[in-house]
């Protein structure tokens, strides 16, 4: 997909991920909302790892569980939602055994979270600076001229022209870029080793989409943390990912390195997201771009089989049954019946 | 990390903005602002006189003089320079007891204010940020409390208690957190579903933390207007619990006993309660004027 990037001199240079670069191991999280209907299944049986030094890009449609993930990961549920996981581990550390106080300890210093809208994400009565400096004041204690040379440091790190200046200044007098460069520069402060990103793209035009996403890529392997970056847009996936999973009505549908995804997708669903966009050279000039028919299920209630069998053009009786997660843990891995999926789907109009 | 990480900056990015935007400065915007100026400019001038009544005044407030008993005030035929705002039917002077009675007003205003605003902000701030079961409570107590009129229960607890002018303040700041709670709530809950809540839980803030710096401070233009409303408020009902009787006891010149006192005079000597009420008038618009003004000054919005 994309060459290895070289490592800052004096890291080596990135190895086959062991054990111990595991950041963030998630197994089997769940995630229910009460609602008036009844249990809302937002995130099912999710496992999935993050390691350092790599982007694990978790993609899906609207409403199908991406942003309840990340919320849940930094314990930052909505009050009806319940999280349930056999395992939720931060650097080995259990997360939904620890207290509150050591989560608080956690969040902000050691993970950090970019949030998708900018515009609301920084605190309108106090100054850039005052915001960029409370959290690093506040975990790792120190004196202030060293928060503030910390957050110089930062924003011209994340491209922010004459940053002494902008300390001073609101967030209302920046723009919209320039916010979100503030948010991941916030994020930074303390040297986070886990970064979650929930589209942190999205709200930005799309010139500016693609400066934050390469900055973002950049810093990633700079300061070799894991990311998680939640996103819909496949374009970004293809542009940042090492290792993808593909979420479909709150399950992982298929997982495993971006290289071989977009080479080989094994799931339906990965296929018809792939056959939407246009890939120059192999999508004809003016031919149709292919579309998934239907919409999401509800998430309400029990559910069972497939979740994607009623869009699913090989659906088969079987779908309807308890799916095997096929393929070995190191490589890619799929949530469905077929082995592999037939090869003429591609070329089939949509 | 932190120390290991200094990179290079990152070339390929432009700068997005004109390079300096002008930081805003509080002075000018504050000089932009007639609201504030004017009821500001009131406000001090009143807090002023009221500080310094012991030096300001040209008489004891509650010597009586009965020679000059319902004097009129200078401007007017018989009147002099002695008594410059007159004297009242039992000859003590007008301009001293107006001055000390600023200090009578201004102290229930601004206690008041301060009671219940404590109690009122400290009830809307948590039942917008947590909801639920709090909110339902404080909802309840609101509409328990909505459910007396206070001047009423006022009246029934000074009469009751005995009136002096800290059972007033007491009754008073008891009664008047409800508007402090509602606006508070509802102004709580807005700000509570912003991303920068969540950024402060996700940075690892507490509740306490979240609440006193992330949410007060931006409900905080709102919790000053209604503050400045319910001091000019409490003012207001002071004077009319006074003026029944049943406030701040005589011989202490609040303004709202001076008008009491003054109404079998109405028709004779107009000046007795026109005096006194203008500047009942004056103190409530000036107070008004300024929470306006701070109200402009402090939003967020207006900082550009």
Redesign the interface.
């Given at each position: 997909m994309r060459p290895l990037p070289p490592g800052?001199p004096g890291t080596p240079p990135r190895a086959a991920p062991a054990a111990a670069d595991v950041v963030l191991d998630v197994d089997g999280l769940d995630v229910d909302i009460a609602t008036g209907q009844g249990t809302l299944h937002a995130v099912r049986d999710l496992t999935f790892q993050a390691r350092r030094g790599e982007t694990l890009c978790i993609v899906g449609e609207s409403g199908c569980g991406k942003s309840m993930t990340s919320l849940a990961i930094?314990g930052?549920l909505p009050?009806a939602a319940r999280r349930r996981a056999r395992r939720l581990a931060f650097l080995g550390e259990d997360l939904a055994a620890a207290t509150e106080?050591r989560?608080?300890?956690?969040?902000?210093?050691r993970m950090?979270?970019i949030?998708?809208?900018p515009m609301?994400?920084?605190?309108?009565?106090?100054t850039i600076g005052n915001q960029l400096m409370?959290?690093y004041l506040?975990?790792?204690g120190g004196h202030a001229d060293e928060a503030r040379t910390?957050a110089i440091?930062l924003l011209?790190?994340?491209?922010?022209?004459?940053a002494a200046?902008r300390l001073?200044?609101?967030p209302?007098?920046?723009?919209g870029?320039?916010r979100q460069r503030v948010?991941i520069a916030?994020a930074?402060m303390?040297?986070?080793?886990l970064l979650i990103a929930d589209e942190p793209s999205t709200a930005l035009d799309v010139t500016?989409q693609a400066?934050i996403l390469?900055?973002l890529a950049?810093l990633q392997r700079?300061?070799g943390i894991a990311m998680v970056l939640i996103t819909h847009d496949l374009g970004v996936v293809a542009r940042i990912a090492d290792r993808v999973a593909v979420m479909y009505a709150g399950e992982i549908v298929e997982h495993g390195a971006a290289s071989e995804i977009f080479a080989m997708p094994h799931h339906p669903y990965t296929r018809g997201l792939l056959d939407c966009i246009p890939v120059p050279g192999r999508t004809a000039p003016g031919g149709r771009l292919g579309t998934i028919a239907g919409v999401v299920p509800s998430l309400v209630g029990e559910l069972k089989g497939c979740a994607f069998r009623d869009r699913c053009r090989h659906a088969q009786p079987a779908c309807a049954q308890t799916i095997p997660v096929l393929g070995a843990p190191p490589g890619q891995r799929w949530r469905c019946i077929l082995e592999a999926l037939p090869a003429t789907v591609a070329a089939e109009p949509a | 990390m932190p120390g290991s990480t200094r990179v290079s900056a990152l070339p390929e990015v432009a700068v997005i903005l004109p390079e300096d935007l002008p930081r805003s400065r509080l002075p000018g915007r504050i000089r932009r602002n007639t609201a504030l100026l004017v009821g500001g400019g009131l406000l001090l001038l009143i807090l002023l006189v009221a500080l310094l009544a012991p030096w300001l005044s040209p008489h004891d407030p509650y010597a009586q003089d009965l020679v000059n008993r319902t004097a009129p005030p200078v401007w007017m035929n018989r009147g002099s320079w002695l008594h410059p705002l007159g004297t009242d039917p039992l000859g003590r002077d007008y301009l001293s007891r107006l001055l000390y009675g600023a200090r009578i007003s201004l102290l229930i205003g601004i206690s008041v204010a301060i009671i219940s605003g404590l109690i009122g902000t400290t009830m809307g701030l948590l039942a917008g940020y947590f909801g639920g079961r709090t909110d339902m409570l404080v909802s309840f107590l609101v509409t328990t409390r909505l459910s007396m009129p206070v001047i009423l229960v006022a009246l029934a607890t000074v009469a009751l208690v005995g009136g002096s002018l800290w059972v007033v303040i007491l009754v008073l700041g008891l009664l008047k957190w409800d508007r402090f709670a509602v606006v508070m709530r509802s102004a709580t809950q807005q700000v509570r579903s912003l991303d920068y809540v969540a950024a402060a839980q996700s940075a690892g803030a507490s509740t306490p933390r979240i609440l006193l710096g992330e949410v007060l401070p931006n409900v905080m233009p709102h919790l000053i207007v209604v503050a400045t409303l319910e001091a000019a408020s409490a003012i207001l009902l002071e004077a009319a619990l006074s003026f029944l009787g049943l406030g701040v006891q005589p011989p202490l010149p609040s303004w709202g006993l001076m008008i009491s006192e003054a109404k079998a005079y109405m028709f004779f000597s107009f000046w007795l309660i026109a005096i006194p009420g203008t500047a009942l008038a004056v103190l409530i618009f000036a107070i008004n004027l300024c929470g306006d003004g701070l109200h402009d000054l402090l939003s967020p919005e207006g900082r550009s």
């Open positions: 800052p930094m930052l009050r106080r989560v608080n300890a956690l969040r902000g210093s950090a979270m949030f998708q809208e609301t994400a920084l605190n309108p009565a106090y409370e959290p506040h975990h790792r910390r440091d011209e790190k994340v491209g922010i022209a004459s200046q001073g200044q609101y209302h007098q920046l723009s870029g320039l948010m916030m930074l303390c040297g986070p080793e500016i400066q390469r900055l950049q700079e300061l | -």
